[in-house]
């Protein structure tokens, strides 16, 4: 067993990486109460830790290449142990910022690539599967077990009882740092591309400030954005601009190579046809499993009333499927190839998708439910246990920390892309759904549906209906037609979250046109 030491310290490493956002997410209401504060402003917060980690994912993987791989996974793990130990103590809003957005985010850079060049340096053939199996299921275990701790101990205790919990965590994986194989590291001698670096950072960082804000800013028509250009949302320009970057880093990195000089990013690589798959379908994979779970708390929370803890309990079949099918994943492939694997993953995700649309009703069967949650696990849990593996073994040796990178930036875009497109969807959704259940309803008058229609244009949002009665009151609707706009945004908002799970099956269905060039060979049964 000793083989496998290394994999759990890495395991914990991962599982730490992600429960750390699903926590955050789960005690928004919680953390505005403690820092006097809005929504909007904490919304903020979680943005910029996705920006941070999404912009230096690349320049990460390049330094883990030059410090060696795990020096960097330990100097990474250093700094975000630091910034758990700030935002446990964090007085004032803006001190969370630091700790959690920027420190932690910095962290995470660091460590999340050079992690996935540590499990292909450490394991091979058969053994590398079950690795990446194992962590790939414990990036869903985090997902769904984070609302369920997080919580729990947010609603019983507080919630920077987590993160001080993490800093000590942290300080055990260091402790246990040598389990890793020294020979892993390579220590290359690299120069570190600081134009590249800027130009790769700051393009992706405006890429995914504009899918990750286009909800809150609207697409192209403004609703609550700072500015506006030639009249229009700032989303969409905000996005180009970092199109704009990302080309001339592109242009750059080419430029290097042409002179023979260290890139950033080879873009040779993407000539390899089982990386290209390998990377969409982790942005793919990544999207579908944030939206759902973008959406689906929505409808236990705001829809059925459940709070955090109940909501993580009918979350927590998702982590237990997908951890028992990334394991057995790897056992898999001595019948079926990485490529039939990952497409039978996409028809039980899609049977699951199905079949949870069916149970979006105003009274939950708690049963179906979990049944839906835990079909979806299995699908999940399939392609956990296969793309990584995918991933690190399309390339050599020496570009395994370039590899991850790019691997952890697909899936940190993957997961911004998946929260704000999902999240615009629902929206968009909600607010055409409601104008078409009152448009038709003789018992509404034309000048309460005006008043409606005005205060939806500018801006619709999923809230509880006692939220809603509250406002129409405050607005002295008439009661009889306040209670056919209350049954009006409820079936607005049954609707809105159909629109929105079904558009993650249309993803998903997307998804079987990245699989093509997936290993179409089964894995070798030789153990290390």
Known sequence: MDRWRALAVLGA?????????????????????????????IQAVITLYA?????????????????????????????????????????????????????????????????????????????????????????????????LLGGWVTTYLTWRLVFAGEAVVVVIILLLLRWIDAPADTGARVRLDTVGSVLSAAGLALVVLGVLQSSSWGLVHPRKSPFTVFGF??????????????????????????????????????????LRSGLAMLLTQSTILLGLFFVVPLYLQVVQGFNAFQTGVRLLPVSITMLLAALSGSALTRVASPRTLVRVGLVVMLVAIVWLLAGIKPNIDNLSFALAMAVLGLGMGLLASQLGNVVQSSVGESERSEAGGLQNTAQQLGSSLGTALIGAILISALAGAFNKQIAGNPQISDAVRQQVGIAVEAGVQFVPTAQVQAGLAKAAVPPDQAQQLLNAYSAAQLDGLKIAILTTGGITLAGFAFTRHLPAERLPTKRT
């Open 13 to 41: 490493a991962q599982f730490l990486m992600v429960l750390d956002t699903a926590v955050m997410n789960v005690s928004i209401s919680q953390l505005v109460k403690d820092f006097h504060t809005e929504v909007t402003a």
């Open 51 to 147: 920006l941070v980690m999404a912009a230096f994912m690349i320049t990460g993987g390049k330094i883990g290449d030059k410090l060696g791989r795990r020096r960097a996974f330990g100097i990474g793990l250093t700094v975000y142990g630091v910034g758990s130990a700030v935002t446990a103590s964090a007085p004032v809003l803006w001190v969370l910022a630091l700790g959690w957005s920027v420190i932690e985010g910095l962290g995470a850079a660091l460590v999340l690539p050079a992690l996935a060049a540590l499990v292909a340096g450490s394991y091979q053939g058969r053994d590398r599967a079950v690795a990446y199996g194992v962590i790939g299921g414990l990036s869903g275990v985090g997902i769904a077990v984070g609302p």
């Open 233 to 274: 949302s700032p989303t969409l320009f905000v996005i180009a601009a970092g199109a704009v970057l990302l080309g001339l880093f592109r242009a750059w990195e080419r430029r290097k190579e042409a002179r023979g000089e260290e890139p950033l990013v080879r873009f040779g690589l993407f000539r390899l046809p089982a």
